[in-house]
């Protein structure tokens, strides 16, 4: 359903969606003015000695450029369609028109290999970003003209495509390649839909199923450069999911936010072309990624090194890498995967990502983030106004300002609900308009009520999602009780009778603070606990606690208790109660003895882990260590053997 024909008006969402309308946008076109990254567009501006020599300026890696003004142009073309505005519409207009202006006449669009370096066009597609820039803008074409019925950009994005898809191919004299860090796959996905032309949609599945044939692209191309292919820093292609074809790939590997652009236009054209093969390598790649290589904050992507995947189960908490445009490029990938099977497995991961490693990467200002996001930290991690690579700011604008698309979802004779969130969803369904009005206090209140206005009867079925963390959830309908086990369909309840305007629906979701334990082979979390309430994962801040974080031991969970506090963080649920802490009593001039600490009561109060960071500066953990006993021994041989 697209973001258009949903409203969003709650207490939760609402707020951060105006910061980002009002600020987010605002301050991410003054630093992209800044550096010059939409100047840069202009035929005749004079590129900073700095920048041709270096391949910087402002900080800003240059040749990446265009990617960044796509990214805020999709943003601001999205908010535009739900919030129309005068002035952002004339703004779109001018910079649009300043992109025109470099466009050559062929087609080509890219202001690195235009203004500096045009010589080497199209000569390193495996580290220089000239596809994947190419496919950020055409993203902005499609939401631009969508939201505007404008084709300015559109046409201009579109002349690009046909410019690509004249280069690149099976032909002989075309080139056979690629691109190093997917995007413009599933930004062609997205042109063939907007034009209606099948001529990009076919180009999309050449790159996909281009990728990891041999011989290697990525070697011919570094040794008709005079480069030694060996000579590669990151030493494998698995660093591009390039090393062996993508239907052949069963483990996520290599840069986390390239994986998960090339695994949305995998996702895209299973369903164009209902591939089942291609669809079977994508549940593969998602079980693989969510059982051994996810953060509990659905935070991805362990080191910095190759802001990626290392091994299964290596999870560090302070040296998480976790970058935001990985998250949400996660978000992206489980909406896809939503639409080709409505499974909870998908809609709960994007939920968690959403609420925790997505969200926490903005200050509540809107101009500040993070670019990694750690899960604990010793007071020295802080969000920034920009980076060095700005691909994070923008990205999570673009998500923002279109989050109604990840709410609902429909076919010919259903509505579903894959996110409870305030506000209303307009729509047809069994031939029949129908708006779907949701009330909720969610995610700090379990309860949800769905009301069906429509111009007469209309017989659709009606999906629920109940959420994996979420036991004990109870559904009514106009006041009647409906029995889950018969109704429930792959996590989400399904309600099918003839709906009358002002039928109700009340979900009833419990949401106990619990527990969350990592698989024994987490290193970093053995012995450690984390603490859940609904979708929200929390952690402690040095600013709640006199004792330093290191010596809380987390003891019963059942002794928290959830309280919202409204003059906090913006207003939060937080959890508070009673912990233990490691005494230092009798350890003066000790380093070492015989007789562990002495543990003595300890409150707590715990934050969610989106709204850390944003107070004074101190440290910050969500994993604690943890009383109970791991479990006790089994001395039964059958039960061992069991």
Request: charged content about 20%.
């Amino acid at each position: 359903m697209p973001h258009t024909a949903v409203t969003i008006d709650d207490a939760f969402w609402a707020p951060r969606l105006r910061t980002n309308r009002a600020d987010t946008l605002a301050h991410l076109y003054r630093e992209l003015h800044r550096v010059g990254s939409i100047d840069a567009f202009r035929p005749n501006w004079q590129w900073p000695a700095e920048a041709t020599q270096r391949g910087v300026w402002g900080g800003t890696p240059t040749m990446f450029w265009d990617s960044d003004v796509g990214k805020w142009l999709e943003a601001a073309s999205y908010s535009l369609a739900t919030h129309p505005d005068l002035q952002l519409d004339a703004l779109l207009d001018q910079v649009i028109a300043i992109i025109g202006q470099a466009q050559h006449a062929d087609g080509y669009l890219n202001t690195w290999f235009t203004s500096v370096d045009p010589q080497n066009r199209w000569k390193n597609l495996r580290d220089w970003h000239e596809l994947y820039c190419a496919g950020h803008l055409m993203e902005a074409g499609v939401a631009h003209w969508e939201a505007t019925g404008k084709r300015s950009l559109l046409d201009i994005v579109a002349r690009y495509a046909d410019h690509i898809a004249d280069r690149f191919g099976t032909e002989t004299e075309k080139l056979q390649g690629y691109c190093g860090h997917p995007e413009i796959e599933l930004a062609l996905v997205k042109l063939a839909r907007a034009t209606g032309e099948e001529r990009y949609l076919e180009l999309s599945r050449y790159f996909v199923e281009q990728r990891g044939q041999q011989p290697h692209f990525f070697d011919d191309e570094a040794r008709a450069r005079g480069d030694n292919p060996d000579d590669f820093w990151a030493k494998t292609y698995e660093y591009h999911q390039a090393h062996r074809p993508v239907r052949e790939q069963d483990q996520v590997v290599g840069h986390a936010v390239r994986a998960m652009y090339l695994y949305c236009a995998m996702a895209d054209l299973a369903g164009a072309y209902s591939d089942r093969s291609l669809l079977a390598t994508c549940q593969r790649l998602w079980q693989h990624l969510t059982t051994t290589r996810m953060y509990v904050t659905a935070g991805i992507g362990t080191s910095k090194h190759n802001e990626g995947f290392t091994g299964d189960y290596d999870l560090p908490n302070e040296s998480a890498y976790a970058e935001t445009c990985a998250a949400i490029g996660l978000v992206f990938w489980a909406q896809r995967m939503l639409q080709l099977d409505c499974d909870r497995r998908y809609a709960d991961i994007m939920e968690l990502a959403l609420y925790n490693s997505v969200l926490s990467s903005v200050t509540l200002d809107g101009q500040r983030f993070f670019y990694d996001n750690p899960l604990a930290s010793n007071g020295q991690h802080h969000r920034q106004p920009w980076f060095a690579c700005p691909c994070c700011p923008p990205n999570l604008a673009r998500l923002f300002a279109s989050l109604g698309q990840y709410i609902y979802a429909q076919s010919s004779n259903e509505l579903v609900v894959h996110l409870y969130i305030a506000g209303a969803a307009r729509t047809e369904v069994a031939g029949v308009p129908v708006v779907l009005h949701q009330q909720t206090n969610y995610p700090w209140d379990g309860t949800v009520t769905l009301r069906v206005e429509s111009e007469g009867p209309a017989t659709f079925g009606l999906r629920l999602r109940i959420p994996g963390w979420c036991s004990g959830a109870q559904v009514r309908v106009n006041g009647t009780a409906i029995d889950l086990e018969q109704s429930l369909e792959h996590g989400y309840v399904r309600i099918e009778r003839e709906w009358q305007a002002g039928d109700t629906v009340v979900l009833d979701l419990p949401m106990p603070i619990e527990t969350r334990h990592a698989h024994p082979d987490v290193v970093a979390d053995v012995g450690q606990a984390a603490l859940q309430r609904g979708p929200l994962i929390y952690c402690l801040e040095q600013a709640d606690h006199d004792v330093p974080l290191h010596r809380i031991v987390l003891d019963d969970p059942a002794g928290l208790t959830a309280q919202a506090e409204a003059d906090v963080l913006g207003g939060v649920t937080v959890l508070t109660g009673q912990a233990v802490a490691l005494d230092t009593a009798n350890w003066q001039g000790v380093l070492y003895r015989a007789e562990p600490p002495a543990l003595q009561p300890c409150a707590i109060r715990a934050i969610p882990y989106f709204a850390w960071d944003n107070r004074e500066a101190g440290p910050m953990r969500v994993w604690m260590p943890y009383r109970p006993q791991l479990g006790a021994p089994v001395d039964d041989l059958e039960a061992k053997r069991a």
